[in-house]
T-cell receptor, first 114, second 116 residues
């Protein structure tokens, strides 16, 4: 079945450092790909998404590119801030010919120090 | 603005009691979901619904039930609460994607349930 593998955390960075959180997936068909963010004490919220190969999703300085050839959707940000401290979830969405329910990775905790 | 709400936000109950967690959305979404979140397990799907009168079991459905009598609400019932059900519970809703299935999910703020 469909699955998502994220790098284990926590990821600890200093403010203004470069961020990469790796995400790879296994899926039947052609899923949409998502990054969700969960701030402390809150529910998840959409950070960005991509619906087809080579699409780049971007929001709040974060970017991720849908790489079909490597089945990856790595999250990047050029300069993190303390306010980016949160848990980040990679997820698969609609998959033509495959799963009709979302599949989430286990989440990666990011801690940014001043 | 459309939103998704959960109540209560915090609940303490005793083993064996029946508990119902409410979820209400004003997005008019057909798809609704219940997840639990535990350290070391990420998000796990309990039940989901694709529309009124439709319900489906997720990967951890034992001990839980849902019913969908209208578009806006999907209450989650723990028939006889157990300590293993102590967790944070999230409700979510979504539209259907172009290929069918599920598009962007909108999550509620969560309910922290403690079973003593």
């Amino acid at each position: 079945g469909d699955s998502v593998t994220q790098m284990e955390g926590p990821v600890t960075l200093s403010e203004e450092a470069f961020l990469t959180i790796n995400c790879t997936y296994t899926a039947t068909g052609y899923p949409s790909l998502f990054w969700y963010v969960q701030y402390p004490g809150e529910g998840l919220q959409l950070l960005l998404k991509a619906t087809k190969a080579d699409d780049k999703g971007s929001n709040k300085g974060f970017e991720a590119t849908y790489r079909k050839e490597t089945t990856s959707f790595h999250l990047e940000k050029g300069s993190v801030q303390v306010s980016d401290s949160a848990v980040y979830f990679c997820a698969l969405g609609p998959s033509s010919g495959g799963s009709y329910i979302p599949t989430f990775g286990r989440g990666t905790s990011l801690i940014v120090h001043p | 603005d459309a939103e998704i709400t959960q109540s209560p936000r915090h609940k303490i109950t005793e083993t064996g009691r029946q508990v119902t967690l409410a979820c209400h959305q004003t997005w008019n979404h057909n798809n609704m979901f219940w997840y639990r979140q535990d350290l070391g397990h990420g998000l796990r799907l309990i039940h989901y619904s694709y529309g009124v009168h439709d319900t489906n079991k997720g990967e951890v459905s034992d001990g839980y039930s849902v019913s969908r009598s209208n578009t806006e609400d999907l209450p989650l019932t723990l028939e006889s609460a157990a300590s293993s059900q102590t967790s944070v519970y999230f409700c979510a809703s979504s539209e259907s994607g172009l290929a069918g299935g599920v598009d962007t999910q909108y999550f509620g703020p969560g309910t922290r349930l403690t079973v003593l």
